[in-house]
């Protein structure tokens, strides 16, 4: 048979549109949609849902609750802090499986303290949005973002900072963004405000972006709350005030929209990595690891050798090894802990063992986690008393997700929100799917998926059934 004849074509018809089929099943990403992810770090539910209560300020915060949809709160991560949270976020399983489990590198304690985050994105084990956007030809932005040191972003200003600097300066942000895109965005920033906050400095690069670039994907992430949060405590005066300011900031990344001309395709997710709890004491279970003689000082009292040692992250901490297959040490471990939850008044609220640390998707290499107990936080000194007063430091997150006060938020508004919708309680493992969905984008493994109930009709595309057993969301049985 020729190939040219009308034979051939009729013979082949057929089976072209068999071929046909499951390319129409895949359809093409929405090039003229937008979603804008903006992180209020620490903010919780009540802020939002109870403002009147609080005697809260917080205009825009209402109207998009009040013409979009949202929860009431969102079951987050262990442990409950932000960069495992923010790469949840973004991904759609859990810390396990994406790979950023804590804020902090592990440092083990004999070794120099460089006190690094997982500032990039080289450590990342998962699909994210941006590389499941920048896959399907679209446009992709971050500002401030963790864990995007060095992601493929077209339009990026990353979260970094020098920890050995006693007042963190921009300079590692500046190294690693996009080559020029500060210089642009700071020289269109109006200096006459006056505010000269972290956030004040991301939402106008924010705007800049938007209205240059509408890119179809951006994530933007505030922080003051939190910093607000961990020095005067949650529901505090002082961050009242930060919660109103960021509340007139997400007005102008919106106003900024609208500028750009793209506000009737965008859809606003306003999320939060975690809640908080109030701080009066510190825990230090290195103390007691020192006493037991699973960590050995010299006489300045700096850490020579090691069997155990705590990977703290505000109400939790991980016990590692340093030798994962040391029987002995585990035991010794296991019980140690176990007689300090058992005490009155005890600064461990609940011991995790690794499957239970499983079933949540948290960190694989701790041989347990400790969950504090109310008003307890954790931290990684080595002398002194095991058990002090904190100072300074009024508030902390961390603890299992399951607690009320560990709730995280969440708002949907704009072009793909379900106006007058609203969940009791959703999973943040669920919140990316979602934003991807609106995209018309699915993640190929996530153990999420998207919240139909709180997205307009018919947006979402089908997502297949997952393909294996997930971490169960919540306490561990």
Not at 74 to 99: C, F, I, K, M, N
Not at 210 to 223: D, E, S
Not at 252 to 258: D, F, G, N, S
């Amino acid at each position: 048979m020729k190939y040219g004849s009308r034979r051939y074509f009729a013979a082949f018809l057929p089976f072209a549109l068999l071929l046909a089929v499951p390319l129409a099943k895949t359809a093409a990403p929405r090039t003229d949609s937008h979603v804008i992810m903006i992180s209020v770090d620490g903010l919780v539910p009540e802020y939002y849902t109870s403002p009147a209560q609080l005697g809260l300020k917080v205009p825009t915060l209402v109207h998009l609750k009040l013409g979009g949809a949202y929860a009431d709160g969102v079951e987050g991560v262990y442990p409950s802090v932000t960069y495992p949270a923010h790469t949840t976020l973004v991904t759609g399983v859990h810390p396990a499986t994406h790979g950023i489990v804590q804020n902090r590198i592990f440092e083990a304690p004999p070794a120099p303290q460089t006190k690094e985050w997982y500032f990039f994105s080289k450590d990342l084990k998962s699909e994210t949005l941006w590389t499941l956007a920048g896959k399907a030809g679209l446009s992709t932005a971050a500002v401030g973002w963790p864990v995007t040191v060095g992601a493929e972003i077209d339009y990026l200003v990353p979260e970094i900072w020098d920890p050995a600097e006693m007042s963190p300066t921009p300079k590692r942000s500046i190294q690693y963004s996009t080559p020029g895109l500060l210089e642009k965005a700071l020289a269109s920033t109006s200096k006459s405000s006056g505010d000269a906050s972290t956030d004040a400095r991301r939402t106008a690069i924010s705007e800049f972006v938007i209205t240059a670039y509408k890119p179809n994907l951006m994530l933007i992430h505030l922080v003051d709350l939190d910093t607000a949060h961990h020095k005067f405590g949650p529901r505090s005066p002082e961050a009242m005030r930060v919660i109103e300011r960021q509340d007139g900031y997400i007005a102008r990344i919106i106003e900024a929209t609208r500028k750009a001309g793209i506000f009737e395709q965008t859809t606003f997710f306003i999320v939060s990595d975690h809640g908080f709890a109030p701080v009066e004491k510190r825990f230090n279970p290195n103390v007691l690891l020192v006493k037991e003689k699973m960590i050995t000082l010299d006489a300045s009292g700096k850490p020579t050798d090691w069997k155990a040692a705590a990977w703290p992250s505000g109400g939790s901490c991980a016990i590692v090894l340093k030798d994962p297959n040391d029987k002995e040490t585990a035991a010794r471990v296991a019980k140690l802990f176990a007689d300090v939850a058992a005490r009155n008044n005890s600064p461990v609220n609940r011991v995790l063992n690794q499957d239970q640390l499983k079933r949540l998707g948290a960190i694989p290499s701790a041989l347990l986690m400790l969950d504090a107990a109310p008003g307890f936080v954790f931290e990684g000194v080595f002398g002194g008393q095991d058990v002090r007063p904190s100072t300074g430091y009024k508030g902390t997150h961390g603890q299992l997700p399951s607690r009320a006060e560990m709730r995280s938020s969440l708002i949907i508004y704009g072009a793909g929100a379900r106006v007058g919708a609203r969940a009791p309680l959703v999973r943040m493992i669920d919140i990316g799917p979602t934003g991807a969905g609106l995209l018309n984008l699915i993640f190929p493994a996530a153990e999420g998926k998207p919240i139909e109930g709180l997205v307009k009709p018919g947006l979402l595309p089908k997502v297949p059934p997952p393909s294996k057993a997930k971490p169960a969301s919540g306490a561990p049985r």
